[in-house]
T-cell receptor
Framework: DSGVTQTPKHLITATGQRVTLRCSPR?????VYWYQQSLDQGLQFLIQ???????AKGNILERFSAQQFPDLHSELNLSSLELGDSALYFC????????????FGPGTRLTVL | KNQVEQSPQSLIILEGKNCTLQ??????????LRWYKQDTGRGPVSLTI?????NTKSNGRYTATLDADTKQSSLHITASQLSDSASYIC???????????FGAGTQVVVTP
């Protein structure tokens, strides 16, 4: 158990819909990172927040957005969902903002039908 | 082009045998290299981390090596067990954030 929690574990929805994924970092960690892992693909970095502020952006689509709240939990919002958005979405956290020492959550499996 | 290349893409080994996974990177300036193990459908778990000055790091039956001059790393699994079946991901950090690069992973299957 990494100490990073993600909800829900599984999510099934239809094309065109909007969903919100939630992540709670490890106690004491200020950074939250979001990753997408499609079937048989490597991890793709989406976005990072550090202490409530956006810190780094990766390959995140304009239909996706995220935020980090004062209690440091984070939400990833996916809208106008397409079939290709079906993937595992991982959240990771770390103490600092350098990207090192990340601990990963168990992931949310999103299926878009 | 991915700055972290892993090989082989997949391999099958018999329980009890050893295997070695390769990671070549072009990320620069280099900060550290980490090997993760990812079980199917689970989040990656860190196995080892090495900085520029470290040549080898062990974690139980896992031993990672790093040659910062040739920008190559390897992960050696000794006396493989069925529970070693997983994807092994090489992750390289640059000194400045924003260049954390993930390899595509090597899928290892250990058979009885």
């Amino acid at each position: 158990d990494s100490g990073v929690t993600q909800t829900p574990k599984h999510l099934i929805t239809a094309t065109g819909q909007r969903v919100t994924l939630r992540c709670s970092p490890r106690s004491g960690d200020l950074s939250v990172y979001w990753y997408q892992q499609s079937l048989d693909q490597g991890l793709q970095f989406l976005i990072q927040y550090y202490n409530g502020e956006e810190r780094a952006k990766g390959n995140i689509l304009e239909r996706f957005s995220a935020q980090q709240f004062p209690d440091l939990h984070s939400e990833l919002n996916l809208s106008s969902l397409e079939l290709g958005d079906s993937a595992l979405y991982f959240c990771a956290s770390s103490v600092g903002y350098q990207g090192n020492g990340q601990f990963f959550g168990p992931g949310t499996r999103l299926t878009v039908l | 082009k991915n700055q972290v290349e892993q090989s082989p893409q997949s391999l099958i080994i018999l329980e009890g045998k050893n295997c070695t996974l390769q990671c070549n990177y072009t990320v620069s300036p280099f900060s550290n290299l980490r090997w993760y193990k990812q079980d199917t459908g689970r989040g990656p778990v860190s196995l080892t981390i090495m900085t520029f000055s470290e040549n080898t790091k062990s974690n139980g039956r896992y031993t990672a090596t790093l040659d910062a001059d040739t920008k190559q790393s390897s992960l050696h699994i000794t006396a493989s067990q069925l529970s070693d079946s997983a994807s092994y991901i090489c992750v390289v950090s640059a000194v400045s954030w924003g260049k954390l690069q993930f390899g595509a992973g090597t899928q290892v299957v250990v058979t009885p």
